[in-house]
């Protein structure tokens, strides 16, 4: 390192801090580099010690983006290498008596499409299959009716096949009905089960007071016939019960004598309509997971209660329990997760679909840019430890920029434009690269004429402002301006910013959809041939072309 460049150097380092940790850097963490880059420095410590507050100054008067921008001036290898795709390792603990192989479900209620809570327990189940090898159910829990959409069975399989989810046996619960009678019948045989006739309110206080109703004493005889009786159709809703004997005294009330089996005339089932007597979850949950041959359970811990319950079934009939784990609740900020709150917004008319940018579905997210392989590595790293979290949209986002960034070609979108005639200037093009430090993938040529579009924000700052990738220009109006030179120096010195801008005359209208709102502008009119694909806007982020029309883009905004 030349004495005549030591300083210089020092500033491109003490960037290079900056723009990775996206915050300036202490003088020790800098000092450090440039002693673990070129040790042979180490007798000029006391000299550079020095140069450094007056070189992090520099740094910490320019934005994020003149950091970078200046950095890939100075040392487009250094923002090269932060941009590489890099393999990441998500892993699990392994599970118990799984070498063999294991068999595991996923079972969500055809209500609507799958959301980010959703996810979570698909690839979760979805990761140990893969890893150990066996079955992996899809088990569409369909026995309420009241909470069937039948658009939903469709659009579970799309998100699943979306999620990249390894299924190899669907199952739909509507289907076996039959099953779960005949094994009601063998669990009120084995005294396991018994019908009730008391008013739910009623029973509700004696469970509370921890006393038995007085149908708990009825004998098997006459717990058949009711039951025959309520397949008959001789009970009316609210009627009739079938419910499981636990311990009347169970500390926790919820699973005290819980109901199995009910009668349910309305709404009819979209796929059996003729079928009136319903399995509650507890008891086809259970059923089933003994019947498919489940070994492990991975679930939240709000069925923590369920499994109680569900115990006393396997140990009436002496099925051995599949190893059960309950993993803590995940709350997820700035989205609309219930099904029944988005469908509501939906027909009012506040969100514009299942797919819309506000929602957590995995539509939402795939139409916004997200890719499933940086949603399930994001699940993977949250585990399946039991304390409660809060999702981190930007570990995700981090994830999802290091899968899509080395694939989206750079430009420029000019959001609340204002047309800005410049004074002095000569005419020419600018050459900006499609990719930085890859010009195999092309240049985008950008002519200037005297008249460019600027974002409103900038132009109302004033001042100085260089256009990227061009030459400086000073305000002199609210829509004029003049030539200030080439100098990126002198643009430094001004600590003018570095925007990003398009010629008058070469623009294609485009609508940014973000969380916050519609941005209306304009973009290079290259991006109109990006449909269904994802560029980055510089000094903007990444964004998802979503439709093409008329000459005009409408983009869905990704994450910076």
């Known amino acids: 390192m030349a004495d005549s460049n030591l300083e210089n150097d020092i500033y491109i380092l003490a960037l290079q801090n900056a723009v990775k940790n996206k915050a300036v850097p202490r003088a020790g963490a800098v000092l450090g580099s440039v002693m673990g880059a070129h040790p042979e420095l180490r007798s000029q410590a006391k000299e550079i010690n020095a140069m450094l507050p007056a070189i992090l100054a520099k740094v910490e008067a320019l934005s994020a983006e003149e950091r970078e921008a200046q950095l890939r001036e100075l040392?487009?290898?250094?923002?090269?290498?932060?941009?590489?795709?890099?393999e990441r390792i998500h892993e699990l603990p392994t599970l118990p008596d799984a070498e063999g192989g294991v068999v595991?479900?996923?079972?969500?209620?055809?209500?609507?499409?799958?959301?980010?809570?959703?996810?979570?327990?698909?690839?979760?189940?979805?990761?140990?299959?893969?890893?150990?090898?066996?079955?992996?159910?899809?088990?569409?829990?369909?026995?309420?009716?009241?909470?069937?959409?039948?658009?939903?069975?469709?659009?579970?399989?799309?998100d699943l096949k979306w999620l990249g989810i390894g299924i190899t046996d669907v199952v739909y619960q509507s289907d076996r009905f039959e099953i779960y009678y005949d094994l009601a019948r063998e669990l009120i045989k084995l005294g396991g089960a018994y019908m009730c006739d008391c008013d739910n309110a009623e029973f509700r206080d004696l469970k509370l007071k921890k006393q038995a109703c007085p149908c708990r004493d009825l004998s098997v005889e006459e717990n058949?016939?009711?039951?025959?009786?309520?397949?008959?159709?001789?009970?009316?809703?609210?009627?009739?019960?079938?419910?499981?004997?636990?311990?009347?005294?169970?500390?926790?009330?919820?699973?005290?004598?819980?109901?199995?089996?009910?009668v349910l005339k309305e709404p009819k089932h979209p796929r059996k309509p003729e079928i009136f007597v319903y399995p509650l979850m507890n008891f086809s949950v259970a059923v089933d997971d003994h019947l498919l041959g489940m070994t492990h359970v991975i679930r939240g811990k709000d069925h923590i209660a369920n499994t109680r319950r569900q115990e006393y079934i396997y140990n009436y009939f002496g099925w051995k329990m599949p190893y059960f784990y309950h993993y803590g609740r995940m709350s997820i900020a700035g989205l609309e997760l219930s099904t029944s709150g988005m469908r509501k917004g939906i027909n009012e008319g506040l969100y514009t679909g299942w797919d819309d940018i506000h929602l957590g579905t995995l539509r939402a997210l795939a139409r916004r840019g997200i890719q499933a392989e940086a949603v399930r590595g994001a699940v993977v790293d949250i585990g399946m430890g039991d304390t409660d979290i809060s999702f981190s949209w930007e570990n995700l986002f981090a994830a999802n920029k290091a899968i899509i960034d080395a694939d989206a070609d750079r430009y420029f979108f000019v959001p609340d434009a204002v047309e800005v005639t410049v004074s002095g200037a000569p005419e020419m093009t600018a050459h900006a690269p499609v990719y930085p430090n890859k010009p195999e993938r092309g240049e985008r040529l950008l002519p200037f004429t005297g008249k460019v579009l600027l974002p409103r924000a900038e132009v109302e700052k004033g001042g100085m402002l260089r256009l990227k990738d061009l030459f400086n220009i000073?305000?002199?109006?609210?829509?004029?301006?003049?030539?200030?030179?080439?100098?990126?120096?002198?643009?430094?010195?001004?600590?003018?910013?570095?925007?990003?801008?398009?010629?008058?005359?070469?623009?294609?209208?485009?609508?940014?959809?973000?969380?916050?709102?519609?941005?209306?502008?304009?973009?290079?009119?290259?991006?109109?041939n990006y449909e269904g694909k994802i560029v980055q806007f510089e000094r903007v982020g990444f964004a998802k072309i979503d439709a093409v029309e008329n000459g005009k883009a409408v983009a869905y905004h990704t994450h910076r």
């Open 224 to 262: 058949l016939k009711r039951f025959d009786d309520m397949l008959a159709g001789k009970y009316e809703e609210g009627q009739i019960t079938m419910r499981v004997k636990t311990d009347i005294a169970h500390p926790d009330p919820a699973v005290r004598d819980f109901a199995a089996m009910r």
């Open 474 to 528: 000073r305000m002199t109006g609210d829509s004029t301006a003049e030539y200030a030179g080439e100098s990126l120096a002198e643009a430094r010195k001004e600590k003018a910013p570095i925007i990003q801008w398009l010629p008058a005359e070469k623009a294609a209208p485009c609508s940014l959809l973000t969380p916050e709102g519609m941005q209306e502008g304009f973009a290079e009119p290259e991006v109109l």
């Open 75 to 86: 040392n487009p290898e250094a923002i090269e290498k932060m941009h590489e795709k890099k």
């Open 104 to 158: 595991m479900r996923f079972a969500p209620n055809p209500s609507g499409p799958l959301h980010l809570g959703h996810a979570r327990a698909s690839v979760l189940n979805d990761y140990y299959v893969k890893k150990y090898g066996g079955k992996f159910y899809y088990r569409v829990e369909d026995t309420d009716p009241k909470r069937v959409d039948p658009e939903a069975y469709d659009m579970v399989s799309e």
